[in-house]
């Protein structure tokens, strides 16, 4: 937007907020708005904005710069929608650098309403198959192809009062697979030897939060923690030996 651009937006601004406008609005306002062209959805902006009601019912609406590139922006946002359309792939094959430039062109008529966009579409085709090898290692042989249940639709899970009590997202919505925490409250740490008490953490285990976000965790069981304790008992203690 040049000096004269932003001289006609400035009077399309007057229409609604009768503001005098000047040379020197026009030199501030184009260089508030360099790299916004004065285009129908700079206009619509204007409009858009002195057609909302004030958050508080007697205040003067009075639009400035920020106010203009927000609700341009805001109006090719909901051309493009909650996610982005897909690519229109070329009869030729492209560079690189050709990809990003058609790849922005595209994105750019859509939210400038010059073309629709094509929605994403679904992906067809199986899974590859050392992901479906190690899913059947991992949960059985019936892995693949069952239904995998919505934790939203756990119905056992909100018809029980004491678990819908404390369930919640996150690591605390788990028991804790390290220490055993129950659900809603926090890790703790063992007595480490000595008579103190457990105490809480701040921070959940991170198998924990690996567990709450889908993942297998496998935690060592109390005969290999005792086993590898054992070991490095012997092993400092030879050290300890070697060294003397």
């Known amino acids: 937007m040049d ?9 399309y601004c007057a229409a609604f907020d009768n503001r005098t406008v000047g040379k020197v609005d ?13 285009d129908d959805d700079t206009t619509a902006a204007v409009a858009r904005y002195y057609g909302t ?3 508080r019912a007697g ?11 927000a609700g341009r922006l805001a109006i090719r946002q909901e051309r493009l929608g909650t996610t982005l359309p897909a690519y229109e792939i070329p009869a030729e094959v492209e560079t690189g650098a050709e990809f990003v430039a058609r790849r922005r062109a595209q994105l750019d008529d859509v939210a400038a309403g010059r073309a629709v966009g094509t929605p994403i579409g679904r992906l067809d085709g199986g899974p590859a198959p050392g992901f479906v090898k190690e899913l059947k290692r991992r949960f059985g042989d019936d892995a693949v192809g069952r239904e995998v249940p919505d934790p ?10 004491a678990v819908a009590a ?19 409250r926090p890790c703790r740490v063992g007595n480490l030897g000595n008579d103190r ?3 809480e953490l701040r921070t959940p285990h991170s198998a924990r939060g690996r567990l709450a976000a889908g993942e297998v965790v ?12 054992a070991y490095y008992l012997e092993h400092f203690a030879r050290r300890a030996g070697e060294a003397s």
């Open 152 to 161: 939203a639709d756990d119905v056992a899970a909100e018809a029980d009062p």
């Open 53 to 55: 009601a004030p958050e």
């Open 59 to 69: 205040d003067r609406l009075w639009i400035q710069p920020h106010h203009v590139r």
């Open 3 to 11: 000096r004269g651009d932003a001289a006609e937006l400035l009077g």
């Open 166 to 184: 404390v369930r919640r997202p996150g690591p605390l919505g788990v028991e804790c697979p390290n220490c055993g925490a129950a659900i809603g």
């Open 218 to 229: 496998e935690v060592e069981s109390a005969e290999d923690i005792e086993r590898r304790r």
């Open 197 to 199: 008490r457990p105490r």
């Open 26 to 38: 026009a030199v501030a306002w184009a260089a508030s708005l360099h790299d916004v062209p004065l």
